[in-house]
């Protein structure tokens, strides 16, 4: 499957975006989907997870609250909205595909498919 993440940008603090990662050639909805994003100088983090239903889901601590993931099977695409944002945000964000399963995945090498990453950057 491959994976078309957008929707980054330049937004100052306390603003919102929304990326977006659209799937192609495969069964979208055969897959668990998660974020990620990695700083420069910074290792990958784990940002959020939606199961391949799109029914559970599950953040990391730092974004609790503020970022939200979904997906659109009929669309083939899975969203994060970020609101609320802050500088420590800024990061490349990417998204991934990992085999369904009811066990939301939180570690890269659960994931199969990666996409292209796109920059967000949060200025104060």
């Known amino acids: 499957v491959q994976l078309q993440a957008s929707g980054g940008g330049l937004v100052q603090a306390g603003g919102s975006l929304r990326l977006s990662c659209a799937a192609s050639g495969g069964t979208f909805s055969s897959y668990n989907m998660g974020w990620f994003r990695q700083a420069p100088g910074e290792e990958r983090e784990f940002v959020a997870t939606?199961?391949?239903?799109?029914?559970?889901?599950y953040y990391t601590d730092s974004v609790k609250g503020r970022f939200t993931i979904s997906r659109d099977n009929a669309k083939n695409t899975v969203y994060l909205q970020m609101n609320s944002l802050k500088p420590e945000d800024t990061a490349v964000y990417s998204c991934?595909?990992?085999?369904?399963?009811?066990?939301?995945?939180?570690?890269?090498?659960?994931?199969?498919?990666w996409g292209q990453g796109t920059l967000v950057t949060v200025s104060s």
């Open positions: 939606v199961d391949w239903r799109g029914t559970s889901t």
């Open positions: 991934a595909a990992g085999v369904y399963s009811s066990t939301l995945y939180v570690r890269p090498i659960e994931y199969a498919y």
